[in-house]
C-alpha cells in the first residue's frame, strides 16, 4: 500500500475500529472486566511501524525500557520495509523483532493474528505505542492483550479520534523534542493508571549518545572498492554526500533541485580536491545520475539504487560531510561521526533533529512552519513550499564549510 492508501484505510477503517473496541472495552467494564494497567512490566512491546528516523530518535526510550526488565524482555513491532533499518541498529535481539507486512490488507489481517498469538504465546504484559496519532497503532495495542498500554490521548483536543484503548494516556507536548516525547512514554509507566494527565515530571534525553555504527573490515573494503570502481580511482578529499531526495514521499521537504546543483559546483570550484557523492533510492537513479553529470561529469558520482542501508551507512563512516534535507539518512548517519548539515521546512529540528552533536540544522522559521505534524497526520494544504526555498545556497555552503574543516581549509587554500 501507498502512503496515500495507508492514510485512507487509517481514517475510514481505524476510526470505526477504535470506536467499536473503545465500545466493547466499556462493556467489559460495565461487569467487572477490567485492564489492571498497573504491576512492574515485565515483557514489553514498542510499537513503531515505520519511518528509519524515528528509530533513532526512540533509542533514548528504549535504553530506558532496557534498564527496567533487561533487553532480552525488550520486542519492538515494525512494517517490514522498516526491519532494515533495525537490524542496522542491532539493539533489539533479532528474534524479538516482529514484522507487519502491508502489501495488502489479506497478508496484514494475517500477521495481525500472528502478532496477536505471539504476545500472549511470550506474556507480553506491556505496549508502549510510539506513533503520534496513528488509529491503526491504537488497534494494535489493544489487541496485543497487555494489561498495561501506554500512548498518546488527545484529550480536550477535537478531531484526532483514537479512541480510548490505552491504560496510560500521555499527552503529546509538541514544545519537547520527539525523543523526549518518546521518553515519556516510558516514564508513564511510573504512574498509576488512568491518571488526567501523564507525565508530571521533567524529562529529556540529557546528553544521550546514539550508538556508533562499525562496519565490518569487508563491508568497508567493499564500500572503498565501490567508490573507486564509479570514480575512477580512490576518490578526492574531502568527500561530500549530497542527499537531494529526487523523489520524495513528502515533497514540501525538499529542497530545489536547481539549488542542489548550484551547491554542488560551488563546492567542487571552491575545493579542487573534492569529490561529491549523490544516493537516493532505486527509483531515483536516472535522476541521480542526471544530476550527478550536471554537477560535474569527473567529480560527481552517483549511487542512488547502489546501497542498502547498511551500506549507505558504512559510506557514511568514509566521508567527510553530509548535505541533505530532512530524511531517514540523516538520522541513520546519526550512528557515526559524520558531520550533518540538515535541512529543515515543514517540519522543525525542534522536534526532530538527529541525535547527535555533529548535526546543524538550517531551518527558516516561518510563521507557517512546521505544517506537517502529529496533529494534522502530516498532510498540508501547502503546495508552496516557501519554508524550504528560504534556505538559500549561501547559508548551506557556510554551513557545510563551518562543519567540515577540510572544505573550509581548501577555501582559504585557493584564496
Not at 508530571?200 to 567508490?227: H, M, N, W
Not at 554542488?264 to 549523490?278: K, S, W
Request: proline share 6%.
Amino acid at each position: 500500500m501507498n502512503e496515500q492508501q495507508s492514510r485512507a484505510l487509517d481514517y475510514w477503517i481505524g476510526v470505526i475500529l477504535c470506536w467499536l473496541l473503545t465500545r466493547w472495552r466499556r462493556l467489559r467494564n460495565l461487569f467487572g472486566v477490567r485492564d489492571p494497567g498497573q504491576g512492574a512490566p515485565r515483557r514489553i512491546l514498542f510499537i513503531k511501524l515505520a519511518e528509519m528516523g524515528a528509530i533513532a530518535l526512540s533509542m533514548p526510550a528504549f535504553e530506558a525500557a532496557r534498564r527496567r526488565v533487561g533487553l532480552d524482555n525488550l520486542f519492538c513491532l515494525m512494517l517490514e520495509t522498516n526491519r532494515e533499518m533495525h537490524d542496522l541498529v542491532g539493539f533489539f535481539p533479532t528474534a524479538n523483532l516482529i514484522s507487519i507486512r502491508d502489501k495488502n490488507l489479506l497478508t496484514f489481517a494475517l500477521d495481525v493474528w500472528r502478532l496477536m498469538r505471539r504476545c500472549r504465546r511470550e506474556g507480553i504484559d506491556t505496549v508502549i505505542d510510539l506513533e503520534g496519532f496513528a488509529r491503526v497503532s491504537a488497534v494494535l495495542a489493544y489487541l496485543t492483550g497487555a494489561r498495561t498500554r501506554v500512548g498518546f490521548d488527545r484529550y480536550s483536543c477535537e478531531g484526532l479520534y483514537r479512541g480510548d484503548l490505552f491504560t496510560h494516556r500521555v499527552w503529546l507536548n509538541y514544545y519537547q523534542h520527539a525523543s523526549a516525547q518518546f521518553l515519556a512514554l516510558v516514564a508513564a509507566l511510573d504512574g498509576s493508571a488512568r491518571a488526567d494527565v501523564l507525565v508530571k515530571q521533567r524529562v529529556d534525553v540529557g546528553d544521550y549518545r546514539l550508538p556508533t555504527f562499525e562496519p565490518s573490515a569487508e563491508e568497508l573494503a567493499a564500500i572503498d572498492d565501490l567508490l573507486a570502481r564509479r570514480c575512477g580511482g580512490p576518490p578526492g578529499r574531502p568527500l561530500v554526500i549530497l542527499k537531494p531526495n529526487l523523489i520524495d514521499l513528502l515533497p514540501l521537504r525538499r529542497w530545489p533541485r536547481e539549488r542542489f546543483l548550484e551547491l554542488g559546483r560551488r563546492l567542487l570550484a571552491d575545493a579542487p580536491g573534492a569529490t561529491i557523492v549523490l544516493t537516493g533510492l532505486p527509483k531515483e537513479r536516472a535522476l541521480s545520475e542526471e544530476l550527478a553529470a550536471e554537477i560535474s561529469p569527473t567529480r560527481c558520482v552517483s549511487l542512488a539504487g547502489d546501497t542498502t542501508i547498511r551500506t549507505l551507512a558504512t559510506l557514511f563512516t568514509r566521508a567527510d560531510l553530509l548535505v541533505t534535507s530532512d530524511c531517514g539518512p540523516a538520522h541513520m548517519a546519526a550512528f557515526t561521526d559524520l558531520p550533518i548539515v540538515s535541512i529543515f521546512g515543514p517540519e522543525t529540528p525542534r522536534l526532530y533533529a538527529p541525535l547527535t552533536p555533529h548535526n546543524t540544522s538550517l531551518w527558516a522559521g516561518l510563521a507557517c512552519s512546521p505544517c506537517l505534524t502529529a496533529f494534522n497526520h502530516r498532510r498540508s494544504t501547502c503546495r508552496d513550499n516557501a519554508c524550504m526555498q528560504a534556505i538559500t545556497v549561501e547559508q548551506v555552503f557556510a554551513a557545510a564549510r563551518a562543519a567540515c574543516p577540510p572544505l573550509a581549509r581548501q577555501v582559504v587554500s585557493a584564496r
